[in-house]
T-cell receptor
Framework: SQTIHQWPATLVQPVGSPLSLECTVE??????LYWYRQAAGRGLQLLFY??????ISSEVPQNLSASRPQDRQFILSSKKLLLSDSGFYLC?????????FGPGTRLTVL | GENVEQHPSTLSVQEGDSAVIKCTYS??????FPWYKQELGKRPQLIID?????GEKKDQRIAVTLNKTAKHFSLHITETQPEDSAVYFC????????????FGTGTRLLVSP
């Protein structure tokens, strides 16, 4: 069966510090992968999606970037965090018609 | 691009009552409509979905209806229970080989015992 992992689960970072969040999927190959952000009490905003290794599409221009160095690995990064980057970051993968979410990383920028 | 509106933003019902959440979408070509339930601090989880070639789908106490002409779809929960309390999100997608979901803003459902 397929499993999606994210780490870390929680993170507290100072403004201006770098960021690296990791997502890995098990039990499938060449999945479509997604990064979403959810601000406190808000909906889900699509940040990036990927159809394969090295193929990244950005939905929202901002100080975040994404990379897919391996088939089942998706990384979200930032060189300098802003206060507005705080939120719940969710990775998702697609199986047939459905997107399944990982457990998420809760990021607080102070 | 696609836009999804969701109402109401909050919904309070008594245990055993029915709850209805409505969403409208803007792109008439959208063809896939999932509903997710998100409990506090947890990931969203798919509870039911419907494709544009179907008007209604039911799974136990949960049903979804789709009106393509009016471009709206609704989630119906019957015999609500306290464990149904959560935030519910609708979404729509035009599946052209790559799926990009556009989410509604969410409905907070509170079921009181």
């Amino acid at each position: 069966s397929q499993t999606i992992h994210q780490w870390p689960a929680t993170l507290v970072q100072p403004v201006g510090s770098p960021l690296s969040l990791e997502c890995t999927v098990e039990g499938t190959s060449n999945p479509n992968l997604y990064w979403y952000r959810q601000a406190a009490g808000r909906g889900l905003q699509l940040l990036f999606y990927s159809v394969g290794i090295g193929q990244i599409s950005s939905e929202v221009p901002q100080n975040l970037s994404a990379s897919r160095p391996q088939d089942r690995q998706f990384i979200l990064s930032s060189k300098k965090l802003l206060l507005s980057d705080s939120g719940f970051y969710l990775c998702a993968w697609r199986s047939a018609d459905t997107q399944y979410f990982g457990p998420g990383t809760r990021l607080t920028v102070l | 691009g696609e836009n999804v509106e969701q109402h109401p933003s909050t919904l309070s019902v008594q245990e055993g009552d029915s709850a209805v959440i409505k969403c409208t979408y803007s792109d008439s070509a959208s063809n896939y409509f999932p509903w997710y339930k998100q409990e506090l601090g947890k990931r969203p989880q798919l509870i039911i979905d419907i494709r544009s070639n179907v008007g209604e789908k039911k799974d136990q106490r949960i049903a979804v209806t789709l009106n393509k002409t009016a471009k709206h779809f609704s989630l119906h929960i019957t015999e609500t229970q306290p464990e149904d309390s959560a935030v519910y999100f609708c979404a729509s997608s035009l599946d052209t080989g790559f799926q990009k979901l556009v989410f509604g803003t969410g409905t907070r459902l509170l079921v009181s015992p």
